[in-house]
């Protein structure tokens, strides 16, 4: 049976169809060799559907990303486009850059066309932009650090099989101080993508509450 079947079954067809889920957003990015043509950029994000308790990851390699700049502007697009429906937004990042621009602080005057689909993005969304310094142990924007050093490292999308697997150990550690059992299994996943190009595992998704239609669909 799915989501929106139940809200039916429960009485709140109507408030399902004008239902807008709270989202939070912790996204980040990296930049090997930053500025050169060597450049090797992804990005990450922990993606919080709250009414629903449900955690998606995004690990992405951006190959039209030389500059740390840009990558964590998309780093916020990518995060973005998961979202299937409008929703309340706050998105947590450790680029000023990104955070200051959005708030209106900052003119885009450099990366015209990176803000652009940055703003594309935004559209139909109600979003808080916050900054949050980098490397200071909160749990989802560490994660979302390991996931865009993964990406840059091994030069592609990590697939959706193994970022659920890697969801599932992230919520079990949300509550705690560190986030180590998550980065032994992802690095055990970069080691077989640089081995292996890239091969999934069969793996469980992690779902939450479904009781309210997801973020992440339609």
Same mark, same amino acid.
């Given at each position: 049976m799915?989501? #929106?079947k139940l809200v039916e079954?429960? $009485?709140c067809f109507e408030a399902a169809e004008s239902y807008t889920p709270l989202v939070t957003v912790y996204a980040d990015a990296s930049c090997l060799c930053n500025g050169s043509p060597d =450049? +090797? /950029?992804g990005c990450g994000s922990v993606i919080v559907d709250r009414n629903r308790k449900q955690v998606k990851l995004v690990a992405k390699y951006l190959p039209? /990303?030389?500059t740390n700049q840009q990558a964590e502007i #998309? =780093? !916020?697009v990518k995060a973005l486009e998961e979202l299937r429906r409008p929703c309340r937004v706050e998105i947590f990042s450790d680029s000023m850059y990104v955070i200051d621009t959005m708030n209106g602080r900052n003119r885009m005057k450099t990366n015209r066309p990176f803000? $652009? !689909? &940055?703003?594309? /993005? +935004? &559209?139909g969304h109600h979003i808080t932009w916050k900054w949050v310094k980098g490397h200071d142990g909160l749990v989802f924007q560490e994660a979302a650090d390991r996931l865009a050093r993964a990406a840059s490292t091994v030069k592609t999308d990590l697939l959706s099989d193994d970022l659920d697997f890697l969801a599932e150990h992230l919520s079990e550690e949300s509550d705690q101080l560190n986030i180590r059992s998550?980065?032994?299994e992802l690095d055990k996943i970069v080691s077989r993508y640089d081995s292996s190009g890239g091969s999934t595992l069969p793996v469980p998704g992690f779902d939450g509450t479904a009781v309210y239609p997801s973020a992440f669909s339609a």
């Open positions: 799915n989501t #929106l079954d429960n $009485g =450049a +090797s /950029a039209d /990303a030389v #998309l =780093a !916020c803000w $652009g !689909c &940055l703003v594309e /993005a +935004s &559209l998550f980065e032994i």
